[in-house]
Structures are given as C-alpha cells and as structure tokens.
C-alpha cells in the first residue's frame, strides 16, 4: 500500500509541476509552427523508449535477436503501416509483447 502511496504522490506532483507552466501560458497563443512541431512530439518520444526497449544495450545485434520487444516491434510496425491508426498500432504492439513474454519465457 505504501507504494502505491509513493507513485500516487509523486504521478500527481509530476503532473502539477508541468501543468504550471501550461496555465502559465494559456492566456497567449500558440504559434502555428509551434502546434504542427508539437504533432510529432508523442511519436517521437515512443519511438524512443521502443528503440531502448528493444535494444537494450546489445547494440545491433539485439535488434536481430528474436525477443518479444522485437517481434512486438515488427507486429506494431506492419499494422502502422496497414491500418495508420496510432491507437491500434499501440495496443497491437503492446498486446504482443505480453502475450509473446507468457509464451517465451
């Protein structure tokens, strides 16, 4: 229970301290190069934490290596490709990763 105290303080102090410097501007607006740049922020930031994911440290070879991260990369890749839709392409890799860690490991 103390944990999830812990994560609960701090998801939510997290939350206040950025949220400050959004209300700290909301009263002007926002430029349009601004806006199209802030488009491309969320993919970027996945696009990251799958990259570390996937190659934890191994270098190259970790991308070739067959691991659930992999193959859930490969499996969000193709319905990115198909279907263009960023929630599919999520829960797609997500649900692959998970169902290919029960069965791998």
């Known amino acids: ?8 303080v701090v998801g939510i ?3 206040f301290m950025r949220s400050g410097f959004i209300l700290a501007r909301s009263d002007s607006a926002m430029s349009p190069v601004t806006a199209q740049a802030l488009r ?3 993919p970027a930031v996945l696009s990251a934490l799958v990259a ?3 190659a934890d440290g191994g270098g190259i070879t970790a991308f070739v290596s067959v691991r659930p991260e992999t ?3 490969l499996a969000a890749i193709g319905v990115a490709w198909w279907k263009r839709d960023v ?4 829960t797609v890799g997500i649900a692959a990763v998970w169902i290919l860690q029960t069965f791998m490991a």
């Open 87 to 90: 929630i599919l392409t999520v």
């Open 71 to 73: 193959l859930g990369m």
């Open 13 to 15: 102090g997290t939350y």
């Open 52 to 54: 570390v994911a996937v």
């Open 1 to 8: 229970m103390s944990e999830f105290f812990a994560y609960a």
């Open 40 to 42: 491309f922020v969320g």
